[in-house]
């Protein structure tokens, strides 16, 4: 008999074979831990974000809400997949806008985001940001913990969830005190959405725009 075959059917060396087939198997059906250089571009980006919104708090005055605005629009639309949370946001109705629709809230709201930065950071006395950790998520996702020290010491729990999208980690959701604020818009746009329609979200959210413009 074939020596390679006489092994085969070995009944012990069957065995081996068998636990060595399901350990692979096994291994592979299990998660990938993220690598350390992806939770450290993760964290970059989150760090990034961080350090131009305290330039931009320490030079709130002199740059005015128009300025900061500027300053903060290339990094929050790099930041941030703002694509991503617009459809998230609304719901099931994303499906339900035209293209046209869907470029034009997507747009909107990629002001508002850059707005409430800019009208949110408006002063400086004495903050800093902390990086706390990072933690894999569920679908390959990443969570930064973070903090905001405030000047009398005050820490503000700050987690952002990032994914990767075209090698490019970007953030998809802050939790400021344990709060989602993409379940916060979700709920609150959808129940406009149903309400007061397309034209109607669009309306107040451009409203609040110019109300940060003054």
Same mark, same amino acid.
């Given at each position: 008999?074939?020596?390679?075959?006489?092994?085969?059917?070995?009944?012990?060396y069957?065995a081996?074979?068998?636990r060595?087939?399901?350990?692979?198997?096994?291994?592979?059906?299990?998660?990938v831990?993220?690598?350390?250089?992806?939770n450290?571009?993760?964290?970059?980006?989150?760090e990034?974000?961080?350090?131009?919104?305290?330039?931009?708090?320490?030079e709130?005055?002199a740059?005015?809400?128009?300025?900061?605005?500027q300053?903060?629009?290339?990094?929050?639309?790099?930041?941030?997949?703002?694509?991503?949370i617009? =459809?998230?946001?609304?719901?099931? /109705?994303w $499906?339900? +806008? *035209?293209?046209?629709?869907? #470029?034009? !809230?997507?747009?909107?709201?990629? =002001?508002?985001?850059?707005?409430? /930065?800019? $009208?949110q +950071? *408006?002063?400086?006395?004495? #903050?800093? !940001?902390?990086?706390?950790?990072?933690?894999?998520?569920?679908r390959?996702?990443?969570l930064?913990?973070?903090?905001?020290?405030k000047?009398n010491?005050?820490?503000v729990?700050?987690?952002?969830?990032?994914?990767?999208?075209?090698r490019?980690?970007?953030?998809i959701?802050?939790?400021?005190?344990g709060?989602?604020?993409?379940?916060l818009?979700?709920?609150?746009?959808t129940s406009?959405?149903?309400e007061?329609?397309?034209?109607?979200?669009?309306?107040?959210?451009?409203?609040?725009?110019?109300?940060?413009?003054?």
């Amino acid at each position: 008999m074939n020596i390679a075959l006489r092994k085969f059917l070995d009944p012990a060396y069957g065995a081996r074979w068998v636990r060595s087939l399901a350990i692979a198997l096994l291994l592979l059906t299990l998660p990938v831990p993220a690598s350390a250089s992806a939770n450290d571009s993760a964290a970059k980006v989150v760090e990034k974000l961080h350090a131009e919104l305290l330039g931009v708090m320490k030079e709130a005055d002199a740059l005015g809400y128009k300025g900061r605005y500027q300053r903060l629009a290339p990094v929050v639309t790099s930041s941030y997949d703002l694509p991503f949370i617009s =459809k998230i946001v609304v719901g099931r /109705y994303w $499906n339900k +806008f *035209s293209s046209e629709q869907k #470029e034009e !809230f997507i747009k909107t709201f990629t =002001k508002l985001s850059i707005a409430t /930065y800019a $009208n949110q +950071f *408006s002063g400086y006395s004495g #903050e800093r !940001f902390k990086t706390i950790s990072a933690e894999e998520s569920t679908r390959g996702r990443l969570l930064i913990k973070t903090v905001l020290v405030k000047s009398n010491g005050e820490e503000v729990e700050l987690d952002y969830m990032l994914h990767e999208k075209e090698r490019q980690w970007q953030i998809i959701n802050v939790i400021a005190q344990g709060v989602s604020d993409l379940s916060l818009k979700r709920a609150q746009y959808t129940s406009y959405l149903k309400e007061n329609g397309f034209d109607g979200l669009l309306q107040k959210i451009n409203e609040k725009i110019q109300g940060y413009e003054g």
